[in-house]
T-cell receptor, first 117, second 111 residues
């Protein structure tokens, strides 16, 4: 069964500091990996995704993530955090299209990011 | 407007009542999903659908019913609402790259 672990429930950083949010997954084959962001009272917005190819993926809002197969990780990074980045971040793993999986996503429990001025 | 919409956005109901949450998408995506979001649990899959008239259970299906008579609509029904079903419900549809697009959510309170 696929699973996702986000070890940090809550992270606080100062504006301008660098950020890394951890994500570890368990999946039997080559995973499709996603990072979503959720602002309070809003739906989920895709930040970036990894399907194959280059293991360093660039996303929106200056975020990037690196797929490390040997560590089963897909950590999200940003070099300089802005106050508007305060939100909850979800890592997700899923299967590709086709087969019987229907592309189901399994989400981690989320990491809440607080940004101090 | 193109996209995925949910209605109502907020709903308060009483234990034992039937409630239907609506989901509509304009992309003609084949795959659609219902999740619930609860503190400490992230998003959990309730039901999903691969096409009209094809649905299947997810991780937490008990107490819920879905139907999909048209590709663009995927309603979720709570046949007899319980307090444990108080949650935020998200509908999503999936494109051919496996990316899922989420609606704005419905906040349901069961008293």
């Amino acid at each position: 069964a696929q699973s996702v672990t986000q070890p940090d429930i809550h992270i606080t950083v100062s504006e301008g500091a660098s950020l890394e949010l951890r994500c570890n997954y368990s999946y039997g084959a080559t995973p499709y990996l996603f990072w979503y962001v959720q602002s309070p009272g809003q739906g989920l917005q895709l930040l970036l995704k990894y399907f194959s190819g280059d293991t360093l993926v660039q996303g929106i809002k200056g975020f990037e993530a690196e797929f490390k197969r040997s560590q089963s990780s897909f950590n999200l990074r940003k070099p300089s955090v802005h106050w508007s980045d305060a939100a909850e971040y979800f890592c997700a793993v899923g299967a590709g299209a086709g087969g019987t999986s229907y592309g189901k996503l399994t989400f981690g429990q989320g990491t809440i990011l607080t940004v101090h001025p | 407007d193109a996209g995925i919409t949910q209605s109502p956005r907020y709903k308060i109901t009483e234990t034992g009542r039937q409630v239907t949450l609506m989901c509509h998408q304009t992309w003609s995506h084949s795959y659609m999903f219902w999740y619930r979001q609860d503190l400490g649990h992230g998003l959990r899959l309730i039901y999903y659908s691969a096409a009209a008239d094809i649905t299947d259970k997810g991780e937490v299906p008990d107490g819920y019913v879905v139907s999909r008579s048209k590709t663009e609509n995927f309603p979720l029904t709570l046949e007899s609402a319980t307090r444990s079903q108080t949650s935020v419900y998200f509908c999503a549809s999936r494109d051919q790259t496996s990316e899922q697009f989420f609606g704005p959510g419905t906040r349901l309170t069961v008293l």
